[in-house]
């Protein structure tokens, strides 16, 4: 929580913490630590129950990364952008969801016979525009 008796550099490391939480967790953009540079990107928000929806985008040395997700009518739509020269790993939580989509393609369907043991799954995803679609159980 910000206050106005935070002054100068003070209100540089809020600020900073903030945009870094939200960009880090919200958004979930994050440097892969085994690829320096933004070389690869990781990406996995995290979507809270009474937030509708959350977008941004981050400024790095390969260009910007872009995420933006939206939560709504059974469910969940994420689109990201991943810089050129640049990948992407993509997480998406399983739990509660039916069918994952990727760009028009079903990449993740609940097994109706089996107990579901898998909580995420991960996709590596090229530079470019991407956009998921998770359907939630009914």
């Keep these: 929580e910000m206050t106005s008796s935070l002054v100068g550099s003070e209100m540089c ?19 892969d630590p085994s690829a320096p540079g933004f070389e690869n990107i990781l990406i996995r928000p995290r979507v809270p129950q009474n937030l509708s929806s959350a977008s941004g985008t981050l400024e790095t040395v390969r260009g910007p990364v872009a995420a933006c997700w939206a ?28 069918r994952i989509v990727h760009n028009g393609r079903i990449v993740w369907q609940k097994k109706d016979c089996f107990p579901m043991s ?16 998770c359907e939630r159980d009914i």
């Design 13 to 31: 490391i809020e600020t900073a913490s903030i945009d870094a939480w939200f960009y880090k967790y919200l958004l979930g953009i994050q440097p």
């Design 71 to 98: 939560q709504s009518g059974g469910q969940l739509s994420l689109n990201i952008e991943i810089p050129f020269n640049s990948t992407g790993d993509v997480t998406l939580e399983t739990s509660g969801f039916c």
């Design 118 to 133: 898998q909580q995420a799954i991960t996709l590596r995803v090229l530079p470019g525009k991407h956009s998921f679609v």
